[in-house]
């Protein structure tokens, strides 16, 4: 059955139409968790064509996956953790790629939105948080996004990037310090 619309549909509902292959339910799920991606691969990557590229890779990845989906976490958690493996494998793409080139010294930065532009001022404070972010390893910057940014609990970071409980608290400390002591440079 085909709804007009599933604005207020429950997920399970949302998820059972979208596998048996109304398009309408998997837009409506793109529609709600496009934001959430957004976030999460512009926090790793800045605002620019890869995220962009990556973002619309996770809803490709979805769309075939999704039979997969067992139901054991929530979608979100579900699609988080694609946004973050495929985020996480451009990284490791453009090392190999920069290092075979040897391009060193390319510190081109890429803007994202961490709040609303207002003022100048919370501009200003946007693009020294960005290259603080843009300046830190990989590993940190995901915790720090899916922590500090996205407001993930620690549990639910641990969960959606396979990791232990342990690793994500050091990891965040780390991070934390770490960021610090860039934004005092910057």
Same mark, same amino acid.
């Given at each position: 059955m085909i709804k007009e619309s599933?604005? $207020?549909?429950?997920? !399970?509902?949302?998820?059972?139409? %979208?596998?048996?292959?109304? @398009?309408? %339910? =998997?837009?409506?799920? *793109?529609?709600?968790?496009?934001?959430?991606v957004a976030r999460t691969v512009k926090g790793m990557l800045g605002d620019s064509v890869f995220a962009e590229d990556i973002?619309?890779? $996770?809803?490709?990845?979805?769309?075939?996956?999704?039979?997969?989906?067992?139901?054991? %976490?929530?979608?979100s958690t579900y699609i988080q953790k694609i946004a973050v493996n495929l985020t996480l494998n451009e990284i490791k793409r453009r090392k190999r790629f920069f290092s075979m =080139?040897?391009?060193k010294g390319? !510190?081109?930065?890429?803007? =994202?939105? $961490?709040?609303?532009?207002d003022t100048e001022e919370r501009k200003e404070a946007s693009e020294? *948080?960005? @290259?603080?972010l843009m300046a830190m390893d990989p590993k940190f910057r995901i915790i720090v996004t899916m922590r500090m940014l996205q407001g993930y609990s620690t549990k639910e970071t641990a969960e959606i990037l396979d990791l232990p409980l342990g690793t994500v608290l050091s990891r965040l400390s780390r991070a934390q310090e770490q960021l610090r002591n860039i934004l005092e440079k910057l």
């Amino acid at each position: 059955m085909i709804k007009e619309s599933y604005s $207020v549909t429950e997920e !399970n509902q949302l998820l059972k139409a %979208a596998l048996d292959g109304d @398009k309408k %339910a =998997f837009g409506e799920i *793109v529609t709600r968790y496009q934001k959430m991606v957004a976030r999460t691969v512009k926090g790793m990557l800045g605002d620019s064509v890869f995220a962009e590229d990556i973002g619309q890779e $996770v809803f490709i990845k979805l769309y075939y996956s999704l039979s997969e989906f067992r139901g054991e %976490a929530k979608l979100s958690t579900y699609i988080q953790k694609i946004a973050v493996n495929l985020t996480l494998n451009e990284i490791k793409r453009r090392k190999r790629f920069f290092s075979m =080139f040897s391009q060193k010294g390319n !510190n081109e930065m890429y803007e =994202f939105e $961490v709040a609303d532009h207002d003022t100048e001022e919370r501009k200003e404070a946007s693009e020294i *948080v960005n @290259k603080a972010l843009m300046a830190m390893d990989p590993k940190f910057r995901i915790i720090v996004t899916m922590r500090m940014l996205q407001g993930y609990s620690t549990k639910e970071t641990a969960e959606i990037l396979d990791l232990p409980l342990g690793t994500v608290l050091s990891r965040l400390s780390r991070a934390q310090e770490q960021l610090r002591n860039i934004l005092e440079k910057l």
